[in-house]
């Protein structure tokens, strides 16, 4: 079976400040891998996936293999990057989400 | 469309309704996704249909929930003698293709399910 794993339930930085949110994954076979973004009255939106390698409102994410890992990463935080951050995969089982990870930055 | 559409966004039922949940795709797509979200959770997968065939239905936690799409387009959600535990989002999303690798879902705007 198929599992997305985000450990951190709510991570709070202030703005400026780099942010890394963490995605572990368990899949037997080649993941593919995205995260979403949920703001605050807004619908669930695509905003990476890792076939892509792009770099979008400044995130990136690598996957790494060996560590079965697809954490998302900024080097300076914005306050309008406060959302609910998903991480997803898609694989015989269609897609899967993790839990997500409320991101709130401070001023 | 401007994007995928759901209604209602809020449903109060009564333990033992039925309830039926409408999603509105993007027009000209293909591929319709049912999610089901509990509070403090991602997105749980429900079913899919690749235009009015119900391909996988392997999510549906019951014989009580059904979904259709009989003309490749709108799709319902129906649920039968609701529980609380059914108390949920019911996220609908599309995407353009059949192939679900790779292509974005459009997710709607959810309709949140309260059973008391």
């Known amino acids: 079976a198929q599992r997305v794993t985000q450990p951190e339930k709510l991570l709070s930085v202030f703005k400026g400040a780099p942010v890394e949110l963490k995605c572990n994954y368990s899949?037997?076979?080649?993941?593919?891998l995205f995260w979403y973004v949920q703001y605050s009255r807004q619908r669930l939106q695509l905003l990476l996936r890792h076939i892509s390698r792009e770099s979008i409102k400044g995130f990136t994410a690598d996957l790494n293999k060996g560590e079965t890992s697809f954490h998302l990463k900024k080097p300076f935080a914005q306050e309008e990057d406060s959302a609910m951050y998903y991480c997803a995969l898609i694989g015989a089982d269609g897609l899967t989400f993790g839990k997500g990870t409320h991101l709130i930055i401070q001023p | 469309g401007a994007g995928v559409s759901q209604s209602p966004r809020y449903k109060v039922a009564k333990r033992g309704q039925d309830v039926a949940l409408r999603c509105d795709p993007i027009?000209?797509?293909?591929?319709l996704f049912w999610y089901q979200q509990a509070l403090g959770q991602g997105p749980e997968f429900l079913t899919y249909?690749?235009?009015?065939?119900?391909?996988?239905k392997s999510g549906l936690p019951s014989d009580r929930f059904f979904a259709e799409r009989p003309e490749g387009s709108v799709s319902t959600l129906k649920i039968q003698r609701t529980q609380q535990e059914d108390s949920a989002v019911y996220l609908c999303a599309s995407s353009y293709t059949e192939l679900i690798s790779y292509n974005e879902q459009f997710f709607g705007p959810g309709t949140r399910l309260t059973v008391l």
């Open positions: 249909f690749q235009n009015e065939a119900q391909l996988d």
């Open positions: 899949y037997s076979g080649s993941p593919e």
């Open positions: 027009s000209g797509h293909v591929s």
